[in-house]
């Protein structure tokens, strides 16, 4: 499996925010969204046997890239660590459906679909374990009010989450995603990992 880094933190956003986790950060990806946090970062080999026993603690998270780019060792991955009595979480952009039988497997599937990508929102509003987390800013693929309040009569309010783009410990986009999740009646997603670690 091709995996950029494995490394312990506290999750900064998101349904699981503040709790302890390992991070699985996989490489590759489908998409080129300007300011990606990974892009271009080196990967290396590694077998599913020696990171599933690099992971700490209960909680592991599964991110990227994009996690689904390695689907089928990505399934023996989730099952592994199911085994072994891990709370799993993945973050994705929502393009390749996981697998049922694997998503079954999974405690939250943190969706954040890119404006302008073919996700596929049909399919994960019907996860009861699928949460959808809107990045809202200025960047092409992120979203604005306009382009999401159409979207949000089919989807669960309380699995969709707000959050604004940044890298900077201001977060100068908070506030104003912090006012659309009030107006539009869904959580708010702050990003603790950027405002106290910037990692």
């Known amino acids: 499996m091709r995996l ?6 506290i999750q900064g956003e998101g349904p699981a925010m503040g709790r302890p986790a390992t991070f699985v950060r996989l490489a590759g990806c489908n998409l080129s969204c300007q300011g990606c946090d990974t892009d271009g970062k ?7 046997s020696d990171l599933a026993g690099r992971v700490r603690g209960r909680k ?3 991110t990227g890239g994009e996690p689904t780019m390695q689907m089928e060792q990505l399934c023996q991955l989730i099952e592994l660590l199911h085994d072994r009595g891990k709370e799993i979480d993945i973050e994705s952009n929502g393009t390749n459906p996981i697998p049922g039988r694997t998503l079954d497997l999974i405690h939250y599937a943190v969706i954040s679909p890119k404006r302008g ?4 929102l049909d399919y994960w509003r019907t996860k009861e374990n699928a949460h959808i987390k809107f990045v809202l800013g200025k960047a092409p693929w992120c979203w604005t009010s306009d382009f999401l309040q159409p979207m949000l ?13 940044g890298t900077d410990m201001d977060m100068q986009g908070a506030r104003e995603a ?17 405002r106290l670690c910037r990692r």
């Not at 950029?4 to 933190?9: L, N, T």
């Open 42 to 48: 080196s990967s290396f080999q590694i077998s599913l």
């Open 117 to 120: 990508s073919q996700f596929h």
């Open 60 to 62: 592991v998270v599964i």
């Open 4 to 9: 950029i880094e494995i490394f312990q933190s």
């Open 178 to 194: 912090w006012d659309l999740a009030m107006q539009m009646g869904v959580n708010y997603s702050d990003r603790l990992h950027i």
């Open 153 to 165: 009569p089919a989807l669960n309010k309380e699995r969709v989450w707000i959050m604004a783009y």
